[in-house]
């Protein structure tokens, strides 16, 4: 059977392993396996969003509110938009293959980081559509600019901070690029970690409703997944001008979301306590991770999200390193099919890192004892 010749070029997307994945393949307890490997809040959704979905979960036979109105109206209300301006999805990914749906085919470009997330490139090789990339793994502006100019790109991937990297471009710098950019082009920023970067420093931090008031060609992306712990309710937002806003409704399929997700991610925006809570762990946590490095002899990318990656070199594989703490329960992710020798690490609760410590200082110790 022959399918769309576009699909041929695709890599799968790879999620990072689950926990079930590891207790079938190496037979370890689920309670002792630790996942530091896709992004998640370890402190989990607040105990408010937790009740919400719970208690919503009963309604299981019901269609959700497919006008979103209470999420719409909160998300509304927390960035002072219009309702009008807030579209909502099965994920922030769902909303950047609307974005490429929208305006990407085979006779455009889509511009992106050399190193970025994989789904911008694998949406846009869907329609057709030549993917151009930066020569720098991280986002320069500078080259983003010279490609601009002579691909002229129908869309350009902003991932600010960027994943899987957790470098993160300044306000100021975004917004003199975005000033040199012609309005039939989109520029989708990418905001999922946002309230990381936010957090450690305030001019990483981006205000959607500034944003879309100064550049109407302009998206923000924000989900429920990373700070709100959501992960598995799948709910993510853009925000953007209400012209835009219509268009991509005429790509949303209907009850995108389900009723258990709404309740679950209305009730998580509520609870900034939870939030705060939940930042005030990373960055402590990723202080840790930092000096862990920097003891070990090992580069790494300051991170302003809730992971941090770590640069390794030659005899040090990360293919290696990342089976070695598979084998004994702890979950990473290896940044190999980047076409990089580096692991990524979620930032986990005390324990979970103490014993990522453990066991990647135990690897080091056989390596330098060889």
Known sequence: MTFNNALDSIQIYEAGKPIELVVREYGIKASKIVKLASNENPLGASPKAQKAIIKKAKEAHLYPDDSMFELKEKLAKHFNITKNEVIIGAGSDQIIEFCIHAKAHSQTAVLMARITFAMYEIYATQVGARIIKTPSNEHNLKEFLELYQTHKPSIIFLCVPNNPLGECLGREEIFDFLKQIDEECLVVIDGAYQEYASYKDSKKALNPKVLIETFPNAIYLGTFSKAYGLGGMRVGYGIANAS???????????????????????????????????????????????????KQGIAFIPSYTNFITYLLESPLDSTQIADFLLQRGVIIRNLHSYGLNAIRITIGKPEENKRFFQLFSEYLNSKRGE
């Open 244 to 294: 835009i806003i219509n268009t991509l409704y005429k790509l949303r399929p209907p009850f995108n979301i389900t009723a258990p997700s709404l309740a679950g991610a209305t009730a998580a925006l509520k609870d900034q306590k939870h939030i705060q809570k939940t930042l005030k762990n990373n960055q402590a946590q990723m202080l840790k991770y930092e000096d862990f490095a920097k």
